[in-house]
């Protein structure tokens, strides 16, 4: 094909390429064009020109803090979906085990991972909810220390994203007995059975699970609170289906258990 000769069917092409309005296949096809035609190379530096000089008439933004945070985020769930990959691999290719004899949160860790395509768009999801802040409250968050956070995308038995769990210490500077903080997000949007309630259990590598609360969702999402020794050393978060009000931790889960997910680039 040479689009040479449609001399305006050219210049919109080569607009929308140098705008990056030209997304996926029709991108690809028209830079494959362009190695092939000089005309089409050409009309791409005329109008990739044109666009780089609008660009001094503009003053330099700085983007919000929240928008680098979602870039490291991104990046973060990349490396641990590549070795949560690993992971699988490995415990696939291990020796047989008799996953049924085990504890429930002993199973868990039997766990097969997401792609990092899920937990991308996982990531996206969640933030939604706390991107309406206002202005002043981000600039007054990005003034503040940053505290360390882990993320937990909880799966379903059919390894769907179901819940996204953000769990984040105080900020540097704050008091020994500050609790820590769990922010959840419902991806599903499954509803939960009335006279019953979800429960929030951390799991370690060594000990039982440890109750987090019930789980309560509003408009934001949900948002416990718990001390750094019940999350501490936690490597799966879990959500099991109680009775109305939860069930005492002592005697760990009593109902089934609905969705759990590794704790992913575990900083606590």
């Known amino acids: ?22 997304r996926g296949g029709a991108r690809r096809r028209f830079e494959a064009l362009a190695r092939q035609q000089s005309a089409v190379r050409s009309a791409i530096h005329e109008w990739q020109g044109r666009l780089a000089g609008l660009t001094e008439l503009q003053p330099a933004v700085a983007p919000p803090d929240l ?13 641990e979906a590549a070795q949560l990959e690993r992971t699988r691999r490995q415990l696939n290719t291990a020796p047989p085990r008799n996953a049924a004899a085990l504890p429930w949160w002993r199973q868990l860790f039997v766990w097969q991972g997401v792609s990092a395509a899920a937990l991308s768009l996982a990531l996206i999801t969640w933030w939604q909810p706390w991107s309406t802040a206002t202005d002043s409250a981000l600039q007054a968050q990005s003034q503040a220390p940053r505290a360390s956070q882990a993320l937990a ?3 379903d038995a059919d390894q769907r994203p179901a819940w996204l769990a953000l769990v984040e210490e105080p900020q540097a500077g704050a008091p020994s007995n500050t609790p820590l903080q ?18 929030l259990w951390a799991v370690p590598a060594q000990g039982t699970p440890r109750s987090l609360g019930v789980l309560v969702p509003g408009p934001a999402g949900v948002v416990l609170t718990a001390r750094g020794e019940q999350v501490r050393g936690a490597v799966v978060l879990a959500l099991s289906l109680e009775v109305e009000g939860g069930v005492p931790e002592s005697g760990g889960p009593q ?14």
């Open 67 to 79: 928008v680098w945070q979602r870039i490291e985020l991104a990046l973060r769930l990349e490396r």
């Open 153 to 155: 995308l909880l799966l």
């Open 255 to 268: 109902g089934p258990i609905l969705f759990k997910g590794a704790i992913s680039n575990q900083v606590l």
């Open 1 to 22: 094909m040479n689009i040479g000769h449609d001399k305006i069917l050219l210049q919109r092409l080569a607009a929308d390429y140098g705008l990056g309005t030209m």
């Open 182 to 199: 769990l922010r959840l997000q419902d991806l599903s949007g499954q509803a939960v059975p009335a006279g019953r309630s979800l429960q």
